[in-house]
């Protein structure tokens, strides 16, 4: 079994910051790929950038040149750092591994971009 562990939620500005982070504990084997998804109210979870264990990465059109993801492979951590974040970011942000046929999901962090 694997347990995720993310922070770094909150509420900013349009224009602002945000770096959220993700820790994985449990069964983790090498080769998995680490990504975050988000969900709006009233919307489905979409993908929002993915990194694979060898560091190529994913990116939904949206937020391509505003948000880069990053891993620790040695902390089994994965990061977003969100710039020019913009109030349609708003949503619930939540990690996800998937190692072999398994997938796992954190609890989620909240994410509210408004002035």
């Known amino acids: 079994q694997v347990q995720l562990v993310e922070s770094g939620g909150g509420l900013v500005q349009p224009g602002g910051s945000l770096r959220l982070s993700c820790v994985a504990s449990?069964?983790?084997?090498?080769?998995?790929?680490m990504g975050w998804y988000r969900q709006a109210p009233g919307k489905q979870r979409e993908l929002v950038a993915r990194?694979?264990?060898?560091?190529?990465?994913n990116y939904v059109d949206s937020v391509k040149g505003r948000f880069t993801i990053s891993r620790d492979n040695a902390k089994n951590t994965v990061y977003l750092q969100m710039n020019s974040l913009k109030p349609e970011d708003t949503a619930v942000y939540y990690c996800?591994?998937?190692?072999?046929?398994?997938?796992?999901w954190g609890q989620g962090t909240q994410v509210t971009v408004s002035s």
């Open positions: 996800n591994l998937k190692q072999r046929i398994d997938s796992y």
């Open positions: 449990g069964s983790i084997f090498s080769t998995n790929t």
């Open positions: 990194i694979f264990w060898g560091g190529s990465t």
